[in-house]
């Protein structure tokens, strides 16, 4: 099996084998500029050699491997032998077997899957211990004898204090999460997730497992990681590349969707209305509402000549091509190209020859007809014309579909003098990727991983459905903490909005980053948020729960947060958003730097986000807040993954029965 030693002897062997790896990138870098056999061949051979030379030279600095196999004779394919299992794949010298093996290998998966019961032929697993990159200790597990347990250093790996950016999870993953990280690239899942479950690690793990799995397929088509927002993705940034995945687009929606500025504001019953889905029927009788009816026959020079296509076959061109429910931009190129081949028919007839030239000259005859039927039209100018409201004799695209108060909601009171001088909303940012999706394809992706996504609101999901339309999904959240006004409160019409209606929903009901007395707090809200959720559960025993009544919310807090500080790991004060500024100022008037591992957090940004010890500041406050203020609360109070302390000046919300240890 090997001693702590010779462990050791084979980490500095994993040094070295990385080391050569990198050598030997940069090495193929300088000769793919001479061996490929044109200019175009030499761009995508150097890409790919630079990408992978990049991706080696960004490396981490932390442990090679997290973990080993010994398999028995039980194991008709690797009777006998041993793998050090690792974050990436390190190549042996001279061709030989490899140093470590990446933990998304086929092989690797018995080091989540093996049990006790089902060694899958797996002798010994072994776990090993790091600390500041030396390695420590290692734990055996026999499983082969029928010995099992996950051992100090598993726990200890999950429960260790978390600063800065999230880490990967991938020496703890535990079997219900390794069958959705290897789920199928053309499945679609629904992680349901409690807080501390693991969701969002899950997802990224799937996006380097998939990209491992299919890197050809997914290196063309490319994935894409949306979060909530950019603190989020500060948050997750460092797990993707730890993991050897470099070339993964990370983003928000709002980002994503961001043709324009946004420089306004909506009240939120105009809000409401713009995300709700019947907008998409909306806007797209206001895009279609341009198409006119041909009107006479059209004339079409060629020299001295005019080619003439009649009314009636006119009006069929249109026709037809409106009921292909092409894009907006096609249709009006498909328009031209069958007019185009009316008038190639009658040449042709009279003995002419239509060449690529010809044809394209007939093309740019037509546009000037072809403007008044089917005219270009960009995604701004429709959003203005339906948000002024209607216009003289022309139909009202929301007549029937919005009520007059829903109308009301979204017109201007004082409409813009023209579309340049429109200022645009954050849910207008939705409206205007619906219209843009109408008239040309957005780019679409391999994979999607949509994070937070019970807060997506319909109009948000339709934009999501068309970047993965020929793709697929993971989609992470849960209903319990969903705090916008549209957030969902069920799965399955998600999935529908969402283009994956088949698209399996399954829980993650076991915490394994919050403990178990803030887990029993937060769960006391469960009843109050309408949320289809099953209560969580705690993999963790230890942590700390303390509910601190006080006469003056600052000086209570500045308390919490010099006691936290006496413990290792970050600390997070949460509180509702009005109160941030005066926490704040409390924290530096008596002498504490907020920054580094001490930060002030405003309750509507914490979503997602991790601290050893949280101070949430004033419960009711937070509740109070918002139209979803509970669950907010209930976010807020599962930021913590080590203690949690609960700061009231005022008496807590009724809904938020304490468990007997902290009453």
């Known amino acids: 099996m090997g001693t702590l030693d010779e462990e050791r002897e084979h980490v500095e062997r994993c040094r070295t084998g990385l080391r050569r790896m990198l050598d030997g990138a940069r090495d193929n870098v300088i000769v793919g500029e001479t061996v490929a056999g044109d200019r175009y061949s030499a761009e995508r051979l150097g890409r790919h050699l630079k990408s992978l030379a990049t991706e080696l030279s960004e490396e981490p600095g ?55 019961r089902d060694p899958l032929g797996v002798a010994v697993r072994r776990r090993f211990g790091w600390s500041d990159g030396t390695l420590t200790s290692f734990e055996d597990e026999r499983l082969a004898r029928g010995e099992e347990g996950g051992g100090t250093i598993l726990a200890a790996e999950i429960e260790r204090p978390r600063v800065g950016p999230m880490r990967d999870i991938v020496a703890t993953i535990q079997p219900e999460q390794d069958d959705l990280v290897r789920a199928d690239l053309d499945a679609s899942i629904c992680v349901q997730g409690a807080p501390g479950t693991g969701k969002t690690a899950v997802g990224l793990h799937r996006a380097a497992y998939l990209l491992y799995a299919h890197r050809r397929r997914l290196g063309r088509d490319g994935v894409l990681v949306l979060g909530p927002n950019r603190a989020f993705l500060g948050y997750i940034s460092a797990v993707l590349p730890a993991l050897g995945e470099v070339d993964v687009e990370q983003t928000t929606l709002e980002r994503l969707l961001g043709t324009v500025p946004v420089t306004a504001a909506d009240e939120e019953e105009a809000a409401l209305v713009k995300h709700d889905a019947r907008m998409a029927l909306v806007l797209r009788r206001a895009l279609y509402g341009r198409v006119g009816k041909p009107v006479g026959p059209v004339a079409v020079a060629d020299g001295s000549y005019r080619w003439r296509v009649p009314e009636d076959e006119l009006r069929r ?87 007059e108060a829903e109308r009301a909601a979204i017109t201007w009171a004082r409409p813009p003098r023209s579309v340049r001088s429109a200022r645009w909303t954050a849910a207008d940012l939705v409206l205007l990727d619906e219209l843009a999706g109408l008239i040309e394809r957005p780019r679409g992706y391999g994979h999607v991983i949509v994070d937070e996504a019970q807060d997506l609101s ?106 936290a500080l006496t413990f290792e790991g970050s600390v997070g004060v949460i509180a509702a958003d009005a109160e941030v500024e005066a926490l704040t100022s409390a924290l530096w008037n008596d002498g504490l730097d907020v920054s580094g591992r001490l930060s002030v957090v405003p309750a509507s940004l914490c979503k997602g986000l991790e601290y050893d010890h949280v101070v949430v500041a004033e419960p009711a406050a937070i509740a109070e807040a918002e139209r979803r203020g509970l669950n907010r609360l209930y976010v807020a109070l599962t930021r913590a993954v080590s203690r949690l302390d609960v700061v009231h000046a005022r008496p807590l919300p009724p809904q938020l029965s304490l468990p007997a240890a902290a009453a």
């Open 62 to 116: 932390g442990p090679p491997f997290f973990g080993r196999l010994d398999f028995g004779p039980d194991s008709a394919e690797h009777n006998g032998r041993a793998y050090h299992i690792g974050r990436r794949h390190i190549t042996g010298a001279h061709g030989g077997p490899p140093e470590v093996i990446d933990w998304r290998a086929p092989v690797a998966r018995a080091f989540y899957r093996a049990s006790a």
């Open 317 to 403: 061109i249109v026709d037809d091509t409106r009921r292909e429910s092409l894009p907006y931009g096609v249709g009006r190129e498909r328009v031209r190209a069958r007019v185009v081949a009316a008038v190639r028919r009658q040449a042709e007839s009279r003995g002419a020859t239509a060449n690529a030239a010809w044809l394209r000259r007939i093309g740019r005859g037509v546009t000037a007809w072809l403007d008044g039927v089917w005219p270009t039209v960009k995604p701004q100018e429709v959003l203005y014309e339906v948000l002024r409201g209607p216009s003289g004799d022309a139909p009202d695209p929301a007549r029937g579909v919005l009520s």
């Open 458 to 563: 319909p109009m948000e999901c339709r934009a999501v459905a068309r970047r993965s339309e020929h793709g697929s999904l993971t989609v992470l959240g849960d209903l319990a903490q969903g705090t916008t006004p549209w957030a969902a409160t069920s799965w399955a019409p998600r999935m529908e909005l969402l283009g994956k209606p088949d698209g399996a929903v399954i829980a993650l009901t076991t915490g394994f980053r919050v403990p178990a007395v803030v887990v029993e707090l937060a769960n006391t809200l469960l009843a109050a948020l309408e949320a289809e959720v099953p209560a969580t559960r705690s993999y963790r025993t230890d942590g700390r729960l303390r509910v601190t009544g006080v006469a003056g919310l600052g000086e209570g807090v500045v308390a919490a947060v010099r006691d």
